[in-house]
């Protein structure tokens, strides 16, 4: 059986690893988005699906910069048996 500071490490690991899926993911998402918006018609460039867009680009701005200040190079020390 793994220790408690192997498990844990284990799973930060995991965290970390689907973490950086998911930061993919979003800045795809994101940057499909921007494309989209970059290439609006001019006529619908100041209309509702424009800022539907740049709100929605704006949101995953956000999560983005929240999922890339999440920490995993805390340390827990685990209390030994004795």
Known sequence: MASR?????????ALREARDAAFAEMEELRDELQS???NIPENLSS????EELETAISELDDLLSEIEG???DRDVSFPGMF
């Open 5 to 13: 500071s192997e498990r844990f490490s284990k799973t930060v690991e």
């Open 36 to 38: 989209w918006l970059d």
């Open 47 to 50: 209309g509702s699906k424009a």
């Open 70 to 72: 999440v920490d995993f």
